[in-house]
């Protein structure tokens, strides 16, 4: 499992190190690592370190010294190392140990420009510019270098915009220019710790950025670099360690990875039955929404549970038998049939009766996936107990449902700050978050929050929720009663099923081979998913 730390955590770990008097040493230490990381990089592109092209831009303090350092040592292999300082205070032994290592030194403003060029016609731009201990953007001059050379090199996230198309670490193949000659690969870009402008804390991004093709970070991950949108800026991310890891003390975030998708997947026991294997009661679709209906179910039945029962009209349910037979439909209320959880609330917008039954799944008292026209069932924490519930808004959902509870939000500050968002909206109301989007997050009103980066832009189509709300009601059903560890908070494991679910849910959407997918198509692809991930898959 990854697990990822807020800068202040990182900060108290090192200090005892640092009263030590261990600070050069950890300094080197992160250094060689980021030197071995522009080193892998300029591998993948076909180069060696020796007759490389290295740029750096340079900040004040530790990671402009932990940059510089790196520099020296590829300066004394044979690269041609160009570091633009863009303060009057760089670390005064790491750029000594540069100069004599051969590295050019530059100053900004006077010769940013000079640099920018020369920059953008490197293998490899190493941004030492803004640490762990960096608040806010980048000032000046740094702020308009950054935005020069993401104008030269087409990548970055500036003040106008999101990120630009980057040409990434192992691109070998040119591209077309307008007279018909061959262009040179731009330089890759390698973030001394985390991408400058990038929060270490909260991952929010503050413009200019220049968008990394590789991260490597020092002592632990934070918890910036798994969280939207800060990790869309990232790249690939290599941990340096520095022997942080016995002070670092509880996780702020955490990542399933696959051997823990494969551990946590439910398998049926030789003496289940298809009761015990987990029974989904499914709460969703109208006459205005039946495809809702249609894919939650296809989705929850492709899981492999014992069961999926379908509460709803008549029409939907002759519908749900053409696809899916083995699903068993009735007008029943919630109270009059035996499931382990229930998802409510897909499509059942307008549909009085639908609701009735949205709001007695959500009484159950039963782990309950709640989502879309459900979530205005949702009330803050004390009116009922909801430490059932899991909660599946997309971000105009959670900002909807913040203000409802007296958090006046919009879209944009969800998307902005999408962690704390959620983690807001747990602490409000009691029950388990899942707040979709290009990181899902799952915050536990317990305290633990998961970061999944699983998805793909073709995920981003309508009805994909729907078939995420199956995936999750289908897990949460095959996963109920199993045997929990010694204290773990129960909250807790329904965030663990929940981020399982939208790690499942994303890599639906992988190795499409560039077709096109609707949310139709999702479901078929589960039974081959699910076998990749669990090591059974060819």
């Not at 040493?25 to 060689?32: D, K, T």
């Not at 799944?361 to 009922?384: C, F, K, N």
């Not at 199993?482 to 965030?495: H, I, K, M, V, W």
């Amino acid at each position: 499992m990854l697990r990822a730390y807020t800068a202040a955590a990182i900060r108290a770990a090192e200090q005892p190190l640092l009263d030590a008097g261990r600070g050069a040493e950890l300094m080197q230490r992160a250094a060689h690592g980021l030197a071995m990381g522009v080193g892998a990089v300029l591998r993948g592109r076909g180069r060696g370190v020796y007759g490389s092209h290295v740029a750096l831009l340079i900040g004040s303090g530790n990671n402009g010294g932990d940059a510089l350092f790196a520099g020296a040592w590829l300066a004394s292999h044979g690269a041609r190392t160009t570091a633009l300082l863009t303060s009057a205070r760089p670390h005064a032994q790491a750029l000594a140990a540069f100069e004599k290592a051969g590295g050019r030194v530059q100053s900004a403003p006077g010769d940013s420009e000079a640099f920018c060029v020369s920059a953008a016609r490197a293998d490899v731009i190493v941004d030492g510019l803004l640490g762990t201990g960096g608040h806010g953007g980048l000032r000046e001059p740094s702020a308009s270098v950054v935005v020069r050379l993401c104008e030269i090199t087409g990548g970055g996230s500036t003040a106008g915009g999101g990120r630009g198309p980057r040409r990434g670490a192992g691109t070998d193949a040119g591209s077309a220019t307008p007279g018909g000659a061959t262009a040179k690969p731009g330089p890759a870009v390698v973030a001394c710790d985390l991408p400058s402008g990038v929060d270490a804390t909260t991952g929010e991004v503050h413009r200019p950025v220049l968008a990394a093709d590789l991260t490597v970070t020092f002592g632990a991950a934070k918890t910036g670099l798994l969280a939207a949108p800060g990790e869309q800026l990232r790249g690939e991310v290599d941990v340096v360690g520095l022997g942080l890891e016995g002070g670092l003390g509880e996780p702020d975030l955490l990542r399933l990875e696959p051997a823990d998708l494969a551990a946590l997947l439910p398998r049926p026991g030789a003496a289940d039955q298809k009761y015990t294997r987990g029974v989904a009661g499914i709460v969703a679709g109208s006459a205005q929404y039946p495809g809702a209906a249609l894919l939650a179910v296809a989705a929850a039945s492709a899981c492999g549970p014992g069961m999926v029962r379908y509460l709803g009209a008549p029409a939907v349910s002759a519908a749900l038998h053409v696809r899916n037979p083995e699903a068993v439909c009735s007008e029943d209320a919630p109270d009059d049939v035996r499931v382990q959880a229930w998802l409510a609330g897909p499509g059942i917008n307008g549909d009085d009766a639908q609701l009735v039954r949205a709001r007695r799944a959500l009484a159950s008292g039963l782990p309950t996936a709640v989502d879309a026209g459900a979530l205005e069932l949702v009330g803050r924490a004390g009116t009922a107990d909801q430490s059932h519930l899991v909660l599946t808004p997309h971000a105009g959902e959670l900002a909807a449902l913040l203000t409802r509870l007296g958090q006046e939000t919009d879209r944009v500050d969800v998307e902005a700050s999408p962690l704390q968002a959620a983690r807001k909206a747990a602490a409000l109301t009691g029950a388990t978050v899942l707040l979709k989007g290009p990181t899902t997050f799952v915050s536990s009103p317990g305290g633990r929050t998961y970061a999944q980066g699983d998805g793909t832009p073709s995920l981003a189509t309508a009805g994909s929720g729907d078939t995420l709300g199956g995936i999750l009601v289908a897990l949460l059903a095959m996963t109920a009663g199993r045997e929990q560890s010694a204290g773990a908070d129960p909250r807790d494991t329904l965030a663990e099923t929940a981020a399982l679910a939208a790690a499942l849910h994303g890599r639906l959407g992988r190795d499409a081979a560039g077709a096109p997918l609707n949310a139709g198509m999702l479901a078929g692809r589960i039974p081959a998913v699910w076998a990749a991930m669990s090591g059974t898959g060819g």
